[in-house]
């Protein structure tokens, strides 16, 4: 756990037709709103990184993001007047933290 990853979202209408895709340089922001844990137990850990992007085109792309907890996450995403959606994110544990205990 605690590896950065990236979390990268099509912007699309109600329809799934892509939103900003016509102006490859200025989509909408799009922005992480919520991070939970999920499954038994549902202990989470904060969401570390970039919790904001600038689409470009229909792509929003969060990097880096950090879980320091292994665990399934739900990010929800979302943009003014759009719905949002939401992410599920799994976060292995680290090797070595597996190996500190090991005889």
Same mark, same amino acid.
């Given at each position: 756990?605690? =590896? !950065?990853?990236?979390?990268? %979202?099509? %912007?699309?209408? &109600?329809?799934?037709?892509?939103?900003? &895709?016509?102006?490859?340089? *200025?989509? !909408?922001?799009?922005?992480?709103?919520?991070? *939970?844990?999920?499954?038994?137990?549902?202990?989470? /850990? !904060?969401?570390?990184?970039?919790?904001?992007? /600038?689409?470009?085109?229909?792509?929003?792309?969060?990097?880096?993001?950090?879980?320091?907890? !292994?665990?399934?996450?739900?990010?929800? %995403?979302?943009? #003014?007047?759009?719905?949002? =959606?939401?992410?599920?994110?799994?976060? &292995?544990?680290?090797?070595?933290? #597996?190996? %500190?205990? =090991?005889?």
């Amino acid at each position: 756990a605690g =590896a !950065p990853f990236t979390l990268t %979202v099509r %912007v699309v209408d &109600a329809r799934g037709a892509p939103v900003g &895709a016509e102006a490859p340089a *200025a989509g !909408p922001v799009v922005a992480i709103v919520s991070a *939970a844990a999920v499954g038994p137990g549902g202990r989470g /850990a !904060p969401l570390l990184g970039a919790r904001t992007s /600038a689409a470009r085109g229909d792509v929003a792309t969060f990097a880096p993001l950090r879980v320091d907890r !292994p665990g399934t996450y739900v990010l929800r %995403v979302a943009a #003014a007047g759009l719905a949002a =959606a939401a992410a599920r994110v799994t976060v &292995a544990p680290d090797p070595l933290d #597996a190996a %500190v205990g =090991a005889s």
